[in-house]
């Protein structure tokens, strides 16, 4: 039986259904690591602007999509990092893929720990439990919204907060 | 590994190939498309993403498609002007 609460959290990112590390010949430069983020950071600009209610999923499938190839291309942890540190931020601090980049790209008045981590969280979830065909908020709305996405992984890792008022 | 494109991009880094590949003589047409699409990546023009089957496709970015649509559209107009 495994014991999921021994497992870091990292595990969930660098042992995905692709099994298989595929390295990509084309360098990952650090031009492109930026234009990648401004490209999440524009999601986030653009979900702020609309008071549509699923707005978010706009920005939370940009977040998605860009920790979703660094994973199948097996740099997820590192390219994350990287990006904290174009930004200025201190790494050990967000060791998680998903919450690193969250913290570069959106408003962190707006986007607070708790917050972050959430939606880490249902990330994290989808990036285990998702068809790749299918899309995101289709997902996370089929299982029941973001928090109890977030729920979800916390109850698969082992790892429930002891108040639920958190969420 | 293969790389694979969206057919937008495709058409750009064929085109951006043919104009590039009487200078790279040394180059086989798999290392200068690799070239042309890291500097089309480095530029926001290009974009890696997954596909439908999990695998790491390139594609046109959003930010390059919209400048197509602008040309397209300032082409049409121009069109109708003349005619």
Same mark, same amino acid.
């Given at each position: 039986? %495994?014991?999921?609460?021994?497992?870091?959290?990292?595990?969930?990112?660098?042992?995905?259904?692709?099994?298989?590390?595929?390295?990509? /010949?084309?360098?990952? +430069?650090?031009?492109?690591?930026?234009?990648?983020?401004?490209?999440?950071?524009?999601?986030? /600009?653009?979900?702020?602007?609309?008071?549509?209610?699923?707005?978010? $999923?706009? $920005?939370?499938?940009?977040?998605?999509?860009?920790?979703?190839?660094?994973?199948?291309?097996?740099?997820?942890?590192?390219?994350?990092?990287?990006?904290?540190?174009?930004?200025?931020?201190?790494?050990?601090?967000?060791? /998680?893929?998903?919450?690193?980049? %969250?913290?570069?790209?959106?408003?962190?008045?707006?986007?607070?720990?708790? +917050?972050?981590?959430?939606?880490?969280?249902?990330?994290?979830?989808?990036?285990? $439990?998702?068809?790749?065909?299918?899309?995101?908020?289709?997902? %996370?709305?089929?299982?029941?919204?973001?928090?109890?996405?977030?729920?979800?992984?916390?109850?698969?890792?082992?790892?429930?907060?002891?108040?639920?008022?958190?969420? | 590994?293969?790389?694979?494109?969206?057919? @937008?991009?495709?058409?750009?880094?064929?085109?951006?190939?043919?104009?590039?590949? !009487?200078?790279?003589?040394? =180059? @086989?047409?798999?290392?200068?498309?690799?070239?042309? =699409?890291?500097?089309?990546?480095?530029?926001?023009?290009?974009?890696?993403?997954?596909?439908?089957?999990?695998?790491?496709?390139?594609?046109? !970015?959003? !930010?390059?498609?919209?400048?197509?649509?602008?040309?397209?559209?300032?082409?049409?107009?121009?069109?109708?002007?003349?005619?």
């Amino acid at each position: 039986m %495994i014991n999921y609460s021994e497992i870091p959290s990292h595990f969930w990112l660098v042992s995905s259904r692709l099994k298989k590390p595929v390295q990509d /010949e084309v360098p990952y +430069t650090t031009q492109a690591l930026r234009q990648d983020l401004q490209r999440v950071q524009i999601a986030w /600009e653009e979900c702020q602007e609309t008071r549509e209610r699923d707005a978010i $999923y706009t $920005y939370l499938t940009a977040v998605f999509g860009l920790v979703a190839w660094w994973v199948a291309d097996n740099c997820a942890v590192e390219r994350a990092q990287k990006a904290l540190r174009l930004h200025n931020l201190r790494p050990s601090e967000h060791k /998680e893929p998903f919450a690193a980049i %969250i913290r570069c790209t959106a408003d962190p008045a707006k986007v607070d720990k708790r +917050t972050r981590s959430k939606w880490s969280r249902v990330l994290r979830y989808a990036l285990q $439990y998702k068809d790749h065909s299918e899309p995101l908020d289709q997902f %996370i709305k089929r299982k029941g919204g973001i928090n109890r996405g977030a729920e979800r992984f916390s109850e698969r890792t082992g790892r429930r907060r002891r108040m639920n008022t958190w969420f | 590994m293969k790389l694979r494109m969206d057919k @937008t991009l495709r058409f750009w880094v064929d085109a951006e190939y043919g104009v590039r590949k !009487s200078d790279h003589p040394n =180059l @086989t047409r798999r290392q200068l498309i690799a070239r042309i =699409l890291r500097e089309f990546e480095g530029c926001g023009d290009a974009m890696r993403c997954l596909d439908r089957n999990g695998r790491i496709v390139w594609r046109a !970015s959003p !930010s390059c498609l919209e400048r197509l649509a602008d040309a397209e559209r300032e082409a049409e107009d121009e069109l109708d002007d003349r005619l």
